[in-house]
């Protein structure tokens, strides 16, 4: 069987406004271009959830308000007829010191083998340098989004010369983009 191309997607300021440790539904925006976006992506890849989720760790929602939360979008998404195949999320604190945090990469080897993915032929789209370092870890394309914390965060990917394949503002633009490239 050939290997599948997959999209990792952060979640909080790539796929929805990121409202700083949001778990309740009224409070869940999907971004401008997303739902178009993943629209013309999802011809050529499958698309799983990557986040780091310490608000879990941190007890200000529980694991039940993330999943009501989480399964939502994912419902919202479905009604467009775009499938999210499966999320990997980390519950823990960067204190923690687990396996799972982005840029960590525990979560890339699930991937690969959940989904016989080609992780080479591959992207992974975030707002946060640590997606940028996580997708370089596997040696995905990346995409830094600055839709969410990505606009306060460009210096720091320059200081850390971290180097996304792309830089947009725009999930559907960002989206033709890989398009073009693969
Ligand atoms: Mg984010
Ligand atoms: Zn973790």
Redesign the pocket.
Known sequence: MSKLKAILL?????LIE?KNYAFKIEDLEILPGVIEGLKILQKEYIFVIVTNQSGIGRGYYTLEDFHNFNNYLIELLNRENIKILKTYYCPHLREDKCECRKPKTKFIDEIIKDFNVNIKESWMM???PS?IQFGMNAGCGTVFLTT??GDKHLDELKSLEIKPTIISDNFLNAAKKILQLD
């Open positions: 952060d979640r909080d300021g790539t990121d975030g707002d946060h997606d969410g914390h």
